[in-house]
Structure formats: structure tokens, C-alpha cells
């Protein structure tokens, strides 16, 4: 069984054609004219070759997206009315069908017209009516109702088919931005896992096996221990990549602040960490630990310090995250950019969570990182499974 949406993929809007073999209702007229049984041949023919014209312009035009908000739709459906009313007026007793088509035509032209439609439906029907009611045959009263009903019925549904395949086409392309759209930010969330995975898993590599290379000719097992840690790191970058592939790898704010602490010590850069505060919820975590992360390979790569303070103070509400150093007070790019590609990354996802994060020089020397984010406990797991499920 086809599901609902291929239903609706195979659905096509009525073509402009589709609206011409209406026009066959007004055979009957046409055979009395050409038999003479209608007073005035001549200038009923000529009636008829403009309403034929005016219907069809009134309808290609409408169903035109280049013409639909121009004048001549309108201009057109004026024209036919009055072609319509002449007809019928001037020849009581026949060309009643004229008004069923123009009904058609309104509801064409006026389709995205609501009120405008129903007061030209409504005067059609009545207009209708009143002419059924002359005719020298005097029809009933329920055939009077029944032609009048049926004149701003045709109008009406021919409105509200458009309007439908209209809609079913809005709904089409918006689905097909959503699409977009849902792939442009997976593309930006893998990026950015790689961007923060890979600078800060190459760094600790590089800074270890600057290590190796210093110890090797004089300690040969403390520079064995550094190419051990080589290899745990080149394992565990592994593994963190496979996870954020699937996009469910998941941080640890303590995690990263141990390997912090690896990384500067194995710099050289003397390391001071303190926490303090409630534990936080996981998400809040995750999302500082990538701070963490970004700031200190920053700090290796770029600042030139041989000191470096992280603090995280907690709250019941707030929680706030400080990377201060003592470098030469360069930004993460190295060139005085405080607005590196790593850092536009974090300010996006804590600007998502609610947060903020500030960079810039720490007095005369040195660099400061602050990050800040609320604590919701709610509103932290709703955002861990929105962002599992992009």
C-alpha cells in the first residue's frame, strides 16, 4: 500500500486545459442558433466567440503564475460577466448556461480572494436566479434554486480544488527546505565534532612526541611512557570519531579536565585546576567539556605560556567556566583572531543552550576564556535528545 505522502507526491494540479470542455454545456444554445431557432443569429454567435475568448483568457491567465497578479485575469472576468448578462437578458430563454462557466471562472481568478470571491459567487447565484425566474417557460421555483445553487457551487469548488494543489505544493517545497536544512546543520554538527576532535587529539600527539624526542636519548622510559600515552590517544581519537559519526558520542566535563591536565603537563605549562559546585547535568557538562577541550589546545598551540588556571564555578542556576594563561595574550588563531573557527563553533552551541562565551586578553599578558551557561536539568536532556536526534 502506497503511503500517504507518495499519494500525495503523484498529485498534479489541473492543467489550464482541464477547463476548457466545460464549455461543451453550451451546445444546446449553439445547435438552436444554428438552426434558427434563436432571434438574432448573428449577434448571438458573435456573443458567444466573446465569452469563448474572455472565458479563455480569464483561465490561462489565472492559472499563469507570470500573469495570475496582473490585470488581465480580472479585466478578462469582467469582460465575461458582462458578455454573460447580455446574453442572458438579451435572450431570456437561452444562454443560462453562460453563468455556470463564469462561476468557474471566478472561482479561477479569485481563488486566494475569500471575501471577494463570496460576494461575486453570491451575486452570480442571485443574479441567476432572477433570470431563471423570467424565462418566458416559466420554470419552478425549485429549478430556479437548483440552477442558482449550482451556478456559485462550480465557482466554489473550482476555488477550492486550486487552492488544495496549491497547498499540497507550499507543503512540497517546505518539506524540501526542511530537508535542506536538516542536512546543512548535520553537516555543521559533524564538522565541528571533527574540528574540536581532531585539533585537540593532534595537538596532545604533537606535544608528545615533541616529549618522545627529548627524553629518548636520556630517559628512555619516561619517552616509552610518552609514546605508550601516543597510542592510547591514537585509540581513543578512533573511537570518538566512529561515535560522532553515529552522532551519539557523549563527553564528560571531569574527563576533559584530567586530560587537560595531561596535556599541559606534558607541555610544560604548569596547570591549575579547581572546581567547585553541585554536580551538573550531563548535557551542561558535555558542552563545557568541549569549552575545556578548545580553550587548553589553544592554549598549547598558540599562547606561548608557561601557565595556565581553569576554573568552573557551580551554581544551582548558572555555572561558569574561566581558562585563564599567561602567554602572549594571542587569540586562537595564533594572530590576535579571538574568533578562531573552534571558537565560533562553541559560541553557536552555547548561544543554543542559552549561554555565552567571551575571549580576549587578560590584562597586559595573557588570554581569558569565559564561558557561562544555565542549569536546567529539564531543558538540558530535552536539548541532548533533540541534538542525538538531528
Request: proline residues 4%; neutral net charge.
Amino acid at each position: 500500500m502506497k503511503s500517504m505522502s507518495e499519494e500525495i507526491e503523484r498529485m498534479k494540479a489541473p492543467e489550464r486545459k482541464a477547463f476548457m470542455p466545460w464549455l461543451f454545456s453550451l451546445t444546446g444554445d449553439v445547435i438552436d442558433m444554428a438552426l434558427g431557432n434563436m432571434p438574432f443569429p448573428w449577434l448571438g454567435a458573435l456573443g458567444l466567440l466573446a465569452f469563448v475568448g474572455l472565458y479563455a483568457t480569464a483561465v490561462f491567465s489565472a492559472l499563469d503564475e507570470r500573469r495570475r497578479r496582473t490585470r488581465v485575469p480580472v479585466l478578462a472576468l469582467v469582460g465575461l460577466a458582462v458578455v454573460s448578462y447580455a446574453l442572458n437578458f438579451g435572450y431570456l430563454d437561452h444562454w443560462q448556461m453562460c453563468f455556470p462557466l463564469l462561476s468557474v471562472a471566478t472561482g479561477v481568478v479569485l481563488r486566494d480572494r475569500g471575501r471577494v470571491l463570496a460576494a461575486a459567487l453570491g451575486t452570480l447565484g442571485l443574479t441567476c436566479g432572477l433570470t431563471w425566474f423570467f424565462r418566458p417557460d416559466g420554470d419552478s421555483t425549485g429549478s430556479i434554486l437548483a440552477v442558482s445553487w449550482g451556478s456559485a457551487l462550480g465557482g466554489l469548488v473550482a476555488a477550492a480544488v486550486l487552492n488544495l494543489f496549491e497547498a499540497v505544493t507550499t507543503l512540497r517545497d517546505t518539506r524540501e527546505e526542511l530537508a535542506h536544512a536538516a542536512v546543512e546543520r548535520e553537516r555543521l554538527r559533524f564538522s565541528r565534532d571533527l574540528h574540536d576532535l581532531l585539533g585537540h587529539t593532534m595537538s596532545v600527539i604533537v606535544v608528545k612526541a615533541e616529549a618522545v624526542r627529548r627524553l629518548g636519548p636520556r630517559n628512555l622510559d619516561a619517552a616509552l611512557g610518552q609514546a605508550a600515552d601516543i597510542e592510547a590517544v591514537g585509540r581513543q581519537a578512533l573511537t570518538e570519531i566512529r561515535e560522532a559519526v553515529t552522532g551519539y558520542r557523549e563527553g564528560s566535563l571531569t574527563t576533559e579536565l584530567d586530560n587537560a591536565r595531561s596535556l599541559l603537563d606534558a607541555s610544560g605549562i604548569g596547570a591549575e585546576i579547581r572546581q567547585s559546585g553541585p554536580p551538573l547535568p550531563p548535557q551542561t557538562g558535555v558542552l563545557l567539556g568541549w569549552v575545556v577541550r578548545e580553550g587548553v589546545t589553544n592554549v598549547v598551540r598558540h599562547s606561548g605560556a608557561s601557565r595556565c588556571e581553569i576554573e568552573v564555578r557551580g551554581k544551582p542556576d548558572r555555572v561558569h567556566l574561566e581558562i585563564i594563561d599567561n602567554g602572549t595574550g594571542v587569540g586562537s588563531a595564533g594572530n590576535g583572531d579571538t574568533c578562531g573557527n573552534g571558537l565560533k563553533g562553541l559560541t553557536e552551541r552555547l548561544a543554543a543552550a542559552g549561554g555565552s562565551l567571551r575571549t580576549g586578553p587578560d590584562g597586559r599578558r595573557g588570554f581569558r576564556l569565559v564561558a557561562e551557561l544555565p542549569v536546567d536539568d529539564e531543558a538540558d536532556n530535552r536539548n541532548g535528545k533533540e541534538e542525538r536526534a538531528a
